[in-house]
């Protein structure tokens, strides 16, 4: 039996918020039952990974599509901080580092959540390096068993443009989801981004424009997102930034 999680904080979304990744709720689930583990990636940092990836777990795992996030960016782990999660048995919380690199166990690790199908894997302790924990059998063969498990295995990762962490996620995923900051991410930037993901052999299975429009309280006004099923995704990406 997993420990189930004290989330402190749970922000109440806008409404345009809640559609949008509604929306690209259902476009995942489009992309077929070969499609389980995710991830949520971006070219450079502040582009709303974080959010995108909670927010899209939460939603599916509400559906009643059993889902588990993982904060793989074990460089700089928001998760745990900007939601406020304990344990609700009050013990140490341990995450994904302590699972790759002390060997403790995945069951101590996982936490439930008050949504039945949601689970989540946070990180605790940021690791200066942790290529050599993404790069291992361990990482590769958790990944692989979560899949048997859930039908949704959506990870957190660090952006492409800094580290080579998602590429290595990447490789061993089914397929990524770029969210690109609408008008501030440079093109050239996102176009490398498609080729690092291409090269590492992750399929791009959409693209989420975020953070559209400009000023307006706390969210950035208008949230909408582009998302292209898993064949189209190159051809519309790149019709996609040929006119923009
Ligand atoms: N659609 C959105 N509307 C409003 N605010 C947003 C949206 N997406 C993200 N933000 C805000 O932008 C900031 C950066 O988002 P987030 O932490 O998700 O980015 P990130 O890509 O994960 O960053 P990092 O590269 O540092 O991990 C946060 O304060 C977040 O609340
Ligand atoms: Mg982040």
């Not at 690199?101 to 949601?118: A, E, F, H, Q, R």
């Not at 952006?159 to 990524?176: K, M, N, Q, T, W």
Request: overall charge neutral; charged content about 25%; glycine content about 8%.
């Amino acid at each position: 039996m997993n420990t189930k999680a004290i989330i402190g904080v749970q922000p109440e979304l806008p409404y345009s918020i809640e559609e949008a990744v509604n929306r690209l709720r259902i476009n995942v689930s489009f992309f077929g039952t070969d499609v389980r583990k995710i991830l949520i990636v971006s070219s450079e940092p502040n582009e709303g990974k974080s959010f995108v990836a909670m927010s899209l777990w939460k939603q599916m795992a509400l559906a009643g599509e059993k889902s588990i996030l993982i904060d793989a960016d074990m460089r700089k782990s928001v998760m745990v901080e900007n939601y406020k999660i304990s344990r609700e048995d009050g013990k140490e919380l341990w995450g994904l580092s302590h699972y790759l690199s002390d060997n403790k166990k995945l069951v101590d690790c996982i936490l439930s959540t008050d949504i039945p199908d949601g689970d989540l894997l946070p990180n605790v302790n940021n690791i200066i390096n942790p290529s050599m924990l993404l790069e291992s059998e361990r990482f590769s063969n958790l990944l692989d068993s979560l899949a048997k498990e859930y039908r949704y295995v959506f990870l957190d990762v660090p952006p492409l443009g800094l580290v080579s962490d998602a590429e290595r996620i990447g490789h061993i995923c089914d397929g990524a989801i770029l969210t690109v900051r609408s008008g501030v991410t440079p093109k050239a930037i996102i176009r490398s981004s498609v080729a690092q993901l291409e090269r590492a052999g992750c399929p791009l299975l959409g693209v989420v424009l975020n953070r559209a429009g400009a000023g307006g309280g706390k969210y950035y006004g208008k949230y909408y997102g582009k998302y292209y099923g898993k064949y189209y995704g190159k051809y519309y990406s790149e019709e996609y930034y040929k006119k923009t």
